[in-house]
């Protein structure tokens, strides 16, 4: 079990930058392939970038490549969402995923998942 808090979700203007983060709890988040997701009201949720258990591969969603940068400090049981050059089809509430290996972007496949932090993009 593995229980994960995301923060760090606020309003910035098209173009700016953004970091999230999502604190995990207990002893084995080293065990656990992290990732992000993010949903708009009315759409399903979708995957963001995924990160290794040791931090060595990065997976991301085609939307998100070269913009955003996952990443995880393992002695701080964290894992961080850096955004770059947001744009408004980036508002949504982002999740903070956890799964045992091995990494898939299909959400069903998540079993564990953080409450959600809100990012809204303003043209």
């Known amino acids: 079990q593995v229980q994960l808090v995301e923060s760090g979700g606020e309003l910035v203007q098209a173009g700016g930058s953004l970091g999230l983060s999502c604190a995990a709890s207990?002893?084995?988040?080293?065990?656990?392939?992290m990732g992000w997701f993010r949903q708009v009201p009315g759409k399903e949720r979708e995957f963001v970038a995924a990160?290794?258990?040791?931090?060595?591969?990065?997976y991301y969603a085609d939307s998100s490549k070269g913009r955003f940068t996952i990443s995880r400090d393992n002695a701080k049981n964290t894992v961080y969402l850096q955004m770059n050059s947001l744009k408004p089809e980036d508002t949504a509430v982002y999740y903070c995923?956890?799964?045992?290996?091995?990494?898939?972007?299909?959400?069903?496949?998540?079993?564990?998942w953080g409450q959600g932090t809100r990012v809204t993009v303003s043209s």
């Open positions: 995923a956890a799964k045992i290996p091995p990494f898939t972007p299909q959400k069903y496949e998540w079993p564990y």
């Open positions: 207990g002893r084995t988040f080293s065990s656990y392939t």
């Open positions: 990160i290794s258990r040791n931090g060595g591969t990065p």
